[in-house]
């Protein structure tokens, strides 16, 4: 660890198949008035939502809702649950779903009391709220993003065709408390489960192949790593597991809390191919991670080749005696893709609707990261993408 | 993760080599009338004292100060703070040291406003605080107990000759900020610093070695063990490489601030048999457990057999192949014991004071746990510390 940063995170997180239970505890905290955060009614169809209406009713909460939060939220429907929460003048916002409602809530808890308009301030000028911040609580119903224990919030300019995620750097934009029930996790098809099971993986990936110092956040990666990979496996082949499916909550809300991240610089190159490949697709998110990670690492391995032969011995158990430096680092990349594809996860671009003539376009549109092991160059990422195919 | 558990820990930590200059900032949170609380006075021949106190002068602060905290805080020491802080009407207690003088900070903390004996209602009754809490602050001078992050305060009662420790529940006992310098860590002799170096490995090991279920809070604990095992090879050879002591002080933090016992059982039976050791000969805390553990491990070995296996393979990079799960599990232990050979550890119970004659008296003064592998009776602990001789 050898630069200088700051670690605050101060999330209550209530876990565990009772979890729900300190909802009421929390709610003696805020006000009355709360507004009620949703996506597209599948809380509605498995009960969750009359679960917390009841105990919202039972606590005597003035209760408004801003329902039909989708998978991107544009900036059209921040607007409107800025003015719900302004005319309930919301006490509390309560997340339920997954990541993107909890994104869609910190965005709305910036901006509710804010005089400039949330786009240019947030997401174009990148400044922090200035502003009194609506708190923020999440009863989490999908796992992956890590939303649950962060400050980041992801927004989409449908008009401007800019889907741009600010990290606040004020932990009072993390949420208040999240609720982690893993058996709300448990109805997810399988497509969205291992989408999402990667999607945790690749989060510790982009925060681990990054930086040649001795870092003990990459212990802790190694950790994260080896447990998706074990519980995974588990729930691949029994997705009703709760065990294997509380372990992948947990690790997904680890991923991506900025602990792992410590001291070390992070390359989150993965994620900027990813979601050029998403914005020309609408491909899901974990999976188009899924199809262009092994091309990259391939490509970026001998520029961190040390890093690759740890990840390989670490993470995989692989045996490093009588092979050179270079064998050794394949083996874990080999190792890693025979595990995706015991997950069932898309392995190449051409599955997701990419065609060899969009690869310009796809590599004009990805944002180019400077911190990992290789800088690209545009001919390097059309390369990538090619060997995605 | 079977259970249902909480998690929350809002301490903010400034982490490296400049981290002293958030000091200010954390300052203009606070009233005008800080509390500074320190040890033996070290702080003023290696200069931290003075860079401290002429933040807080610039800031306009008014100091008051609590010198000679002892390395386990007396009942009559916390007495005497109380008095202070209260006579200073303290809008902030800021520690300077190691984990006692955060300890004694803490516990002063929820004293200052008690009614009631803090002795009687803490640490006999063991109950939370129900009075108005002083904010603390910690400057970390030496590495090891975590308490930097955590709510946990040790108090001795000389008296009746008991050294308790209270976990708190409320996360508000936490301290509100902790500065962690690796280079204050610099200076501390040799024997000093393998013993915290044991006492942050053993931490992780007694929050491991208990349960059955499968659960990432082990995965992270791997990644720790690993990261103090390879740090510590690198700062007892160089005791002034900053990295490898950087990367150690980061360890203990995250070593005991509840993480890695989320969602699982631990086994505190170490500390048990170590303080018991402590009790009588007042020997150095990570020495006393350093010279009971492998004899308590390996006695206990046969009942979790499985979680040894499961330490000899992820953290000692144990080769399983044609060998029985006891031999597996037996080297493990054995690559534990040369590392701790390695560091210079003491041993056997025997170097530090203790004879044949005194292991009944040291038995009878052993707390029992009964969360571990194998609850253990009184003629199981004796033979225990005989083996440790």
Redesign the interface.
């Known amino acids: 660890?050898?630069?200088?940063?700051?670690?605050?995170?101060?999330?209550?997180?209530?876990?565990?198949?009772?979890?729900l239970q300190?909802l009421n505890a929390e709610l003696l905290k805020y006000g009355k008035n709360v507004v009620l955060i949703y996506g597209g009614g599948s809380i509605k169809r498995n009960g969750i939502y009359d679960e917390v209406t009841e105990i919202l009713k039972a606590a005597g909460k003035n209760v408004a809702e801003i329902s039909g939060v989708m998978p991107n939220p544009t900036l059209e429907k921040l607007y409107e649950g800025i003015e719900i929460a302004r005319g309930h003048h919301a006490d509390l916002l309560l997340a339920v779903g997954g990541g993107s409602v909890c994104d869609y809530a910190k965005a709305v808890s910036v901006s509710v009391n804010c005089e400039e308009d949330p786009w240019e301030k947030y997401y174009l000028r990148f400044e922090e709220p200035t502003c009194e911040i609506v708190p923020v609580g999440c009863i989490l119903t999908m796992v992956g993003t890590g939303s649950e224990m962060n400050a980041g919030a992801v927004i989409t300019n449908r008009e401007t065709k800019m889907k741009i995620g600010h990290v606040f750097a004020d932990?009072a934009i993390m949420p208040r408390f999240s609720i982690l029930n893993?058996k709300y996790t448990l109805t997810l098809p399988p497509y969205q489960m291992v989408s999402g099971i990667y999607d945790i993986f690749n989060h510790i990936c982009e925060q681990y192949f990054s930086g040649e110092?001795?870092?003990?956040s990459d212990?802790?990666?190694?950790?994260?790593m080896?447990?998706v990979i074990?519980?995974s496996r588990i729930a691949v082949k029994d997705p009703q597991n709760?065990?294997?499916r509380?372990?992948l909550?947990?690790?997904a809300t680890?991923a991506l809390n900025t602990l792992v991240s410590?001291?070390k610089s992070t390359d989150w190159m993965v994620h900027m191919l990813g979601q050029a490949v998403g914005a020309h697709t609408d491909a899901t998110h974990g999976m188009t991670l899924a199809a262009v990670s092994l091309p990259y690492y391939r490509y970026i391995m001998p520029y961190g080749l040390a890093k690759f032969i740890r990840f390989a011995k670490?993470v995989w158990d692989v045996d490093a005696s009588g092979k050179s430096d270079e064998q050794v680092a394949a083996e874990g990349l080999n190792a890693m893709e025979n595990w995706m594809k015991e997950l069932g996860l898309v392995m190449n671009i051409t599955e997701l609707g990419v065609s060899e003539e969009m690869l310009e376009d796809l590599a004009q549109s990805t944002l180019i990261q400077t911190d990992g092991y290789k800088v690209l160059d545009h001919d390097e990422i059309v390369e990538i993408f090619r060997n995605s195919l």
Chains 1, 2 share one sequence.
């Open positions: 660890m050898l630069g200088n940063f700051t670690y605050c995170n101060p999330t209550k997180l209530y876990f565990g198949d009772a979890s300190y932990e893993p110092d001795d870092n003990t212990y802790l990666s190694e950790g994260l080896r447990s074990h519980s709760y065990e294997a509380s372990n909550m947990w690790t680890w410590r001291g670490n």
